[in-house]
Nanobody, 126 residues
Framework: QGQLAESGGGLVQAGGSLRLSCAASGRTFSPYVMGWFRQAPGKERDFVAAINRRGGDTYYADSVKGRFTISRDNANNMVYLQMNSLKPEDTAVYYC???????????????????WGQGTQVTVSS
């Protein structure tokens, strides 16, 4: 069984940056679409970004487009989320996820993803 583990969260002021990392283990995740989701207290888990198997195509939620960048390093089984120009509304627990079924395109609903990390807290102060 594969596992995902996020790191890099923390407290940052509005306008600042953070880089989240997702380390995959137990199996190679290079064949899978990888995504980031976030969940604020009392809210549903929302899609943030996804990247295709080779890293050549990405997809973002409108709320983060132009500020966040997803990337992956298949050789090291890693996925990253670079977050710039952070806003207080970006505060949430951020989750890394893997979609092993999608071959082309991207899914933005959490149910389409098969593997999940435990999450890392990101707090943006105003």
């Amino acid at each position: 069984q594969g596992q995902l583990a996020e790191s890099g969260g923390g407290l940052v002021q509005a306008g600042g940056s953070l880089r989240l990392s997702c380390a995959a283990s137990g199996r190679t995740f290079s064949p899978y679409v990888m995504g980031w989701f976030r969940q604020a207290p009392g809210k549903e888990r929302d899609f943030v970004a996804a990247i295709n198997r080779r890293g050549g195509d990405t997809y973002y939620a409108d709320s983060v487009k132009g500020r966040f960048t997803i990337s992956r390093d298949n050789a090291n089984n890693m996925v990253y989320l670079q977050m710039n120009s952070l806003k207080p509304e970006d505060t949430a627990v951020y989750y890394c996820a893997a979609d092993q079924r999608t071959i082309y395109g991207f899914k933005s609903r959490p149910g389409a993803y098969d593997y999940w990390g435990q999450g890392t807290q990101v707090t943006v102060s105003s």
